[in-house]
């Protein structure tokens, strides 16, 4: 409790009812964690028992759906062996020269086109362009009937390797056969289809695969033709949607009074559509926009806290609108089969988890009011007392208290006139001494502000910290000046190369050290990004920095030539004469250019090049920046066809700046 504000008959108040409140509120705070422990155990016994029995049915239903998967992946490769072995049996795959017209829609973008293509031919017999489910179908009708999986011939349409439905059992949205559909052999996201993909390299993909609109356990087997090429593949496939097991098996499950399950799509074109649906929905039907009664999509928080529980079952609770009624809270328990991209969920009513928990509140809540107002006629009996005890003022403490507040408030120009040699005048004293202390440190601290490191400060013992601290801001700030500077002159003279060290500073101190430090980083890469190659030597033709195009040029590392001749490197005819633009740009402070012949590395070029003088803080100059423009196949161009005996070609020269 703050009493900073208090006068002092208040604080006599405070200092008699304390050890009155005190025992209240601990009486209280025990009643309260005894109610609260009480109450929490038994809603997380009943929690614990309602999730448990949810976690269970949807572990149950995940169980039942793993051994219906198994069985299916087991049935796809016997299903491929067997039709297979009808192909086989009707005789050799051709084509014959006659040509069918087929309009190609693409299975995922429903997108149409044209396309000629042979009749596809099995033991001299065609396939045909039979989209009519009651007329017997070449192979696919036979293979179902042995296997009770759907089948489909494909025909390769091109070399991309898209492939079409020439014959299948596989119906469309409209109840025909969905021949003249066909999988891209590229998705529209660009990315190659996984199904092609994989049969293209003459492999059999096994896996979960969209049909049209369904998605299957399915496999894909390569089929050739005469010549071995790869003419088009076999399908077979069985719906995860319409395994009736399961369905009675949900159908048949129970939780409690309120509980239901059923499965979601977790993504594609299924997302958040009911594929087994709860009590009072359809099959198929698409919940993922639906709101709960806070307008919260919650299929879409029940689908995305499945997908992230790794494997997991998870807890997830929403509210239910009901039509006519209030909304239901609902807590559920979720788990996502990754095989068939299921989000199966269990959920059941709160009311229903929690009900005994109530009966226990009410009676914790009924002894709340008992022990409270016991507690509050204690509290009033020793205020009145109290009163009674404070019958005097303090009037040095409380001008103190004022001063005391104005100061925390940041006022540190107070005055502390009071002296007496009881312990309240030892208390005036401390003030005053205080009071002085802040002055002098609020002074440095407005130095440094200015910008002024010089301020003296003086260290009142060695508990100091405060003046401590505005010392050791003084020394980093010093530091920081020191390197910064250093760092911007040695930057002007081209030592590109050159940083701070951030490990002498600390935290945004270090940071702007590490700022500057980046800022020469980038513009060094900057120039290092040049298309043509850029160098800064010194007076004395010392290079102090060339970006990467240069030194590629002359097949070293930007190290490597730090601190040699320019002249020994580029071997220009305007080295160490009166020529030379850079001399030149140092000696009579302008920008210069100049065009010669250079044979670096054994190369004979023909270049332009310019330099500029670099001026320090006085503007004396102190080196020079130097670009080449290769002008070799500018003056080739001129000079006509053939070039210099020496010109090693556009194909072997490295290319400066076209």
Known sequence: MRTSGLDLRRKILVVALLPTALLVAAFLVVFAAQRSRIAGDVEASMGRLAEEGLTRAARDLRTLCESAHRELWQQVPRSLRVARDQMERLGPLSFSRE????????????????????????????????AEPARPSLLVDRVRELVGAEATLFQRMNERGDMLRVATTVPDGNGHRAIGTYIPAVDPDGKPNPVVSTVLRGETYRGRARVLDRWYLSGYEPIRDASGRIAGMLFIGLRQDSLEGIRAG??????????????????GNQRGHYLIPPPGHADGEDAWDARDARGEAYVQALVRAAMEANGDTVRV??????????????????????????????????????????????????????????????????????????????????????????????????????RSGDEVGRLAEAFRGTIRYLQEVARGAAALARGDL?????????????????????????RLVEETGALADAAVEGRLSERADPSRHQGDFREVVEGVNATLSTLVGHLDAMPAPAMIVSPEFDIRYMNQTGASLLGRTPQELVGTKCYDSYRKGDCRTARCACARAMTEDREVSSETDAHPEGLDLQILYSAVPLRDGAGRVVGALEVVTDQTAVRRAVDGPGGGEGDPGPECRPCLVR
Do not use: C, H
């Open 99 to 130: 040509t069918v017209r087929w309009t190609a829609v693409n299975q995922l973008d429903r997108s149409a086109g044209e396309a000629v293509l042979p009749k596809l031919l099995l033991g001299g017999a065609w396939a045909g362009q039979n």
């Open 250 to 267: 949900v159908a048949a499950s129970r939780i409690g009074e309120t509980g239901t399950m059923y499965a979601l799509g977790a993504s």
């Open 317 to 418: 609770s929403f509210s239910r609108p009901e039509t006519g009624r209030a909304p239901r809270e609902r807590v559920a328990a979720v788990a996502y089969f990754a095989p068939w991209d299921w989000v199966i969920v269990a959920e059941m009513d709160r009311d229903e988890a929690v009900a005994p928990l109530r009966v226990v509140q009410s009676s914790l809540a009924a002894s709340a009011v008992t022990v409270v107002g016991v507690g509050l006629l204690l509290l009033l009996a020793s205020i009145w007392a109290a009163r009674k005890a404070a019958s005097r003022l303090a009037a040095p403490l409380e001008a103190m208290a004022v001063a005391a507040e104005r100061i925390a408030e940041g006022d540190v120009q107070q005055e502390v006139t009071y």
């Open 454 to 478: 010089s301020t003296p400060l003086v260290l009142r013992s060695d508990r100091d910290e405060l003046t401590r601290s505005v010392l050791s801001a003084q020394s980093e700030l010093r």
